[in-house]
């Protein structure tokens, strides 16, 4: 190949690379101005549907202005058409209230010209009445004068003076309005106590007609029997220490002495005597009796003692039908299984004081359980009466109030020694515990202050101006009096019985209630011959 031949072969190469070059740029530029045409007609759509967008979103505000416009001026309207009928009725008040006014001033004249005219009768009347009251004066003048010479008259007629005719005219009105007090007095007690006291009556002796219980006379001791005297020896122990060990352990006073097979337990703690009784019944039966084996048996009759308690509680309970006693209740009412009051057992006394409540509340159309609670605890405060200072009522109150008993039941316990008791649970328990002590056979008492008593009545009523003599019968529960009927009216009998009852009050101390009853007959007596 010739050189020709190669620059030949050059330039046509270079000839097409550069027509190439030139087809590829006018290929290029043709497709920008393809894009560019795409383009241009793509935002021009763009255009016309934001367009066609603002015109429609421009309609709807457009819209929506003119229905809230429309609104606005509506809800305007009605305020209006309110606000003027709220006018009109204002615009009424306001001449109805004219109107009143007129009329209460017109009210007003017609009323100023009545005062005036009764002003000037008033007048008229103060003149008259003055011109009498002078006249008056004058003629009382006149008749004091005359009275003075009448009074004048009468002493001299009388040959008293006027305050001694003044003494003796209050002296008979005063025992007159005396008399005529008691009949008046006597006629409204008795219809007052006409129907009262028949339903009291019939109450009270159904409820004795329906329970009565038995007591056992416990006191301040107890008596132990013994085999034979040679274990009074062992139970005294070596330089008494075993008897010390006993006291010591059980806080009694063991009496030994020449009483044949029988020691004495004093103590006024009735549960300390029970555990001691028990204990020494056990060591004399054991045989064992030294200080440590004491201790082991006092403990476990303390056990005994404790469980014999809750046992008489739950069954007490058992029987009257009451619940929900908080625990330490039943344990303080299961103490009093061995407390007396003049030898009545308390633990009796107050189931069958329950039993009572709740007849007489049955009667009385009453909450039966509630009055059978308010009896079985009214003497819980005996149980800790021996350290608590003060009334056992009061104190079973305070203590009912810390278990959380109910307030009726805590006033019916401390108000049932009261002379007013303030509720009908108080009344009712106060009527129970009263019948219950106070019925025969219930309690003993000794047999000097027994005399006492009925003498101190006797005493009493024979003191008594027109009083002959007088009986306490019925173990005192009943005072019987004789009077000279000379001397004493119907009606001064019974003055008489209120006044000695009264002093009764005042100065003797007695248990339940004494009833006083006053004699006065006539005797006619004439001889056959």
Same mark, same amino acid.
């Given at each position: 190949?010739?050189?020709?031949?190669?620059?030949?072969?050059?330039?046509?190469?270079?000839?097409?690379?550069?027509?190439?070059?030139?087809?590829?740029?006018?290929?290029?530029?043709?497709?920008?101005? !393809?894009?560019?045409?795409?383009? !241009?007609?793509?935002?021009?759509?763009?255009?016309?549907?934001?367009?066609?967008?603002?015109?429609?979103?421009?309609?709807?505000?457009?819209?929506?202005?003119?229905?809230?416009?429309?609104?606005?001026?509506?809800?305007?309207?009605?305020?209006?058409?309110?606000? *003027?009928?709220?006018?009109?009725?204002?615009?009424?008040?306001?001449?109805?209230?004219?109107?009143?006014?007129?009329?209460? *001033?017109?009210?007003?004249?017609?009323?100023?010209?009545?005062?005036?005219?009764?002003?000037?009768?008033?007048?008229?009347?103060?003149?008259? *009445?003055?011109?009498?009251? #002078?006249?008056?004066?004058?003629?009382?003048?006149?008749?004091?004068?005359?009275?003075? !010479?009448?009074?004048?008259?009468?002493?001299?007629?009388?040959?008293?003076?006027?305050?001694?005719?003044?003494? !003796?005219?209050?002296?008979?009105?005063?025992? +007159?309005?005396?008399?005529?007090?008691?009949?008046?007095?006597?006629?409204?007690?008795?219809?007052?106590?006409?129907?009262?006291?028949?339903?009291?009556?019939?109450?009270?002796?159904?409820?004795?007609?329906?329970? %009565?219980?038995?007591?056992?006379?416990?006191?301040?001791?107890?008596?132990?029997?013994?085999?034979?005297?040679?274990?009074?020896?062992?139970?005294?122990?070596? +330089?008494?220490?075993?008897?010390?060990?006993?006291?010591?352990?059980?806080?009694?006073?063991?009496?030994?002495?020449?009483?044949?097979?029988?020691?004495?337990?004093?103590?006024?703690?009735?549960?300390?005597?029970?555990?001691?009784?028990?204990?020494? +019944?056990?060591?004399?039966?054991?045989? #064992?009796?030294?200080?440590?084996?004491?201790?082991?048996?006092?403990?476990?009759?303390?056990?005994?003692?404790?469980? %014999?308690?809750?046992?008489?509680?739950?069954?007490?309970?058992?029987?009257?039908?009451?619940?929900?006693?908080?625990?330490?209740?039943?344990?303080?009412?299961? %103490?009093?299984r061995y407390r007396t009051s003049y030898t009545q057992n308390q633990l009796t006394h107050s189931m069958e004081v329950a039993f009572m409540c709740g007849i007489m509340a049955s009667e009385m159309k009453l909450n039966v359980a509630m009055a059978r609670r308010c009896g079985f605890l009214h003497d819980i405060g005996k149980a800790v009466s021996h350290d608590v200072e003060g009334p056992h009522a009061y104190i079973g109150g305070d203590l009912l109030r810390k278990y959380g008993e109910k307030e009726d039941v805590i006033v019916g316990v401390s108000c049932h020694h009261d002379d007013d008791p303030p509720t009908i649970w108080a009344a009712i328990t106060q009527a129970a515990d009263a019948l219950s002590?106070? #019925?025969?056979?219930?309690?003993?008492?000794?047999?000097?202050?027994?005399?006492?008593?009925?003498?101190?009545?006797?005493?009493?009523?024979?003191?008594?101006?027109?009083?002959?003599? %007088?009986?306490?019968?019925?173990?005192?529960?009943?005072?019987?009096?004789?009077?000279?009927?000379?001397?004493?009216?119907?009606?001064?009998?019974?003055?008489?019985?209120?006044?000695?009852?009264?002093?009764?009050?005042?100065?003797?101390?007695?248990?339940?209630?004494?009833?006083?009853?006053?004699?006065?007959?006539?005797?006619?007596?004439?001889?056959?011959?």
């Amino acid at each position: 190949m010739t050189d020709m031949d190669a620059l030949i072969g050059i330039g046509t190469g270079v000839a097409g690379l550069v027509a190439g070059v030139v087809g590829a740029m006018f290929l290029g530029r043709s497709r920008e101005q !393809q894009a560019m045409a795409e383009s !241009q007609k793509i935002r021009e759509d763009m255009i016309r549907k934001a367009e066609l967008r603002a015109r429609e979103i421009e309609k709807e505000i457009v819209d929506k202005a003119r229905d809230r416009a429309q609104k606005t001026r509506e809800e305007l309207e009605k305020d209006a058409k309110e606000a *003027l009928r709220e006018a009109e009725k204002s615009e009424k008040r306001m001449r109805d209230k004219e109107r009143e006014a007129q009329q209460r *001033l017109d009210k007003l004249d017609r009323q100023e010209r009545d005062l005036n005219g009764q002003r000037d009768g008033l007048k008229r009347t103060e003149q008259q *009445l003055a011109e009498k009251s #002078r006249v008056i004066e004058t003629q009382q003048q006149t008749w004091k004068e005359k009275h003075a !010479q009448l009074q004048k008259q009468l002493e001299q007629t009388a040959s008293l003076t006027a305050d001694e005719a003044k003494r !003796q005219l209050l002296a008979t009105v005063e025992d +007159e309005a005396k008399l005529e007090a008691a009949r008046v007095m006597k006629q409204a007690e008795a219809q007052a106590k006409e129907k009262a006291e028949e339903n009291a009556k019939k109450i009270i002796a159904l409820a004795i007609n329906r329970y %009565s219980g038995d007591y056992a006379a416990e006191r301040m001791v107890s008596v132990v029997k013994i085999p034979n005297d040679e274990i009074k020896g062992r139970i005294i122990g070596r +330089e008494g220490r075993n008897i010390r060990a006993l006291e010591v352990a059980t806080g009694m006073d063991f009496i030994i002495d020449d009483t044949p097979e029988t020691i004495v337990i004093s103590g006024y703690n009735p549960l300390r005597r029970e555990v001691a009784k028990r204990s020494l +019944e056990k060591l004399i039966q054991d045989g #064992r009796i030294h200080p440590t084996r004491i201790e082991e048996v006092v403990a476990k009759s303390e056990k005994e003692v404790e469980k %014999s308690c809750k046992e008489a509680a739950e069954q007490a309970i058992l029987d009257l039908g009451i619940t929900g006693l908080h625990p330490e209740v039943m344990h303080l009412m299961g %103490s009093l299984r061995y407390r007396t009051s003049y030898t009545q057992n308390q633990l009796t006394h107050s189931m069958e004081v329950a039993f009572m409540c709740g007849i007489m509340a049955s009667e009385m159309k009453l909450n039966v359980a509630m009055a059978r609670r308010c009896g079985f605890l009214h003497d819980i405060g005996k149980a800790v009466s021996h350290d608590v200072e003060g009334p056992h009522a009061y104190i079973g109150g305070d203590l009912l109030r810390k278990y959380g008993e109910k307030e009726d039941v805590i006033v019916g316990v401390s108000c049932h020694h009261d002379d007013d008791p303030p509720t009908i649970w108080a009344a009712i328990t106060q009527a129970a515990d009263a019948l219950s002590a106070a #019925r025969p056979g219930s309690r003993r008492e000794q047999m000097e202050n027994y005399i006492k008593r009925v003498e101190s009545l006797e005493t009493i009523a024979n003191g008594f101006p027109g009083v002959e003599r %007088s009986y306490a019968v019925q173990a005192g529960r009943e005072l019987r009096i004789m009077v000279d009927n000379s001397k004493v009216t119907d009606e001064e009998a019974y003055m008489l019985s209120r006044e000695i009852a009264k002093k009764i009050e005042a100065e003797v101390t007695y248990p339940g209630q004494i009833k006083i009853t006053v004699f006065r007959e006539t005797r006619a007596t004439e001889f056959a011959r």
